[in-house]
């Protein structure tokens, strides 16, 4: 049962515009959620979190928005640059276990430019 | 700051041998986390430690053991390697409280052959 849903493998956007990633989750326990950007032959490096008592976070071109009704959440790249290609992976984290997170699978962003 | 190692690089084991990957981290961090990354997948954790002294089993710890040596170091073995096990390895670390993110090492590329 997978608890983080990324149901996008792969994303293109051209350069300079908007990149949104989309990611669901069932687990209602959750209540801090976390972006990370991987890219290739290196370890997954935090992007933005959001707390699950607010609905939007941002930080410079990254926005975070958190939809608790529906379970979903987004990022938003706003402009889009071509070093933002990367493998974005999805986090939520319930507390439990020393807040341990449960990934998505991941989206593959690629900007064009 | 080296943030968080691990070694080695990369491994090649026949099946049935036995390893043992290496993680330090230098942030007196608290909790630590050992995940694997299979492709199309996201990073599930195999075993964690919420401080000193302390390990748990994570979402898959079959055919694994752990130790945390000190506050610094948590090593994750593989007592009897099999062809499933082949993986790229990260651990990460974190400070204690809900808001802390984890830092990840840069991985361990294993193939078990």
């Known amino acids: 049962d997978q608890q983080v849903k990324q149901n996008s493998p792969s994303l293109s956007v051209q350069e300079g515009r908007i990149s949104i990633l989309n990611c669901d989750y069932t687990?209602?326990?959750?209540?801090?959620f976390l972006w990370y950007k991987k890219y290739p032959a290196e370890g997954p490096t935090f992007l933005i979190s959001i707390s699950s008592i607010k609905d939007k976070n941002e930080d410079g071109r990254f926005t975070v928005f958190l939809n608790k009704s529906a379970k979903h959440l987004s990022l938003h790249i706003v402009p889009s640059q071509p070093g933002d290609s990367a493998v974005y992976f999805c986090?939520?984290?319930?507390?439990?276990?020393?807040?341990?997170?449960?990934f998505g699978k991941g989206t593959k962003l690629s900007v064009i430019p | 700051n080296a943030g968080v190692t691990q070694t080695p690089k990369f491994q090649v084991l026949k099946t049935g041998q036995s390893m043992t990957l290496q993680c330090a981290q230098d942030?007196?961090?608290?909790?630590m986390y050992w995940y694997r990354q299979d492709p199309g997948m996201g990073l599930r954790l195999i075993y964690y430690?919420?401080?000193?002294?302390?390990?748990d089993k994570g979402e898959v710890p079959n055919g694994y053991n752990v130790s945390r040596l000190n506050k610094r170091e948590f090593s994750l073995r593989l007592e009897s390697a099999a062809p499933s096990q082949t993986s790229v390895y990260f651990c990460?670390?974190?400070?204690?409280?809900?808001?802390?993110?984890?830092?990840f090492g840069p991985g361990t590329r294993l193939l078990v052959l």
């Open positions: 687990n209602s326990m959750f209540d801090y």
């Open positions: 430690s919420a401080s000193e002294g302390t390990t």
């Open positions: 986090a939520g984290s319930s507390g439990a276990g020393s807040y341990q997170l449960t």
């Open positions: 990460a670390s974190k400070s204690s409280g809900k808001k802390e993110t984890q830092y």
């Open positions: 942030m007196n961090h608290n909790s």
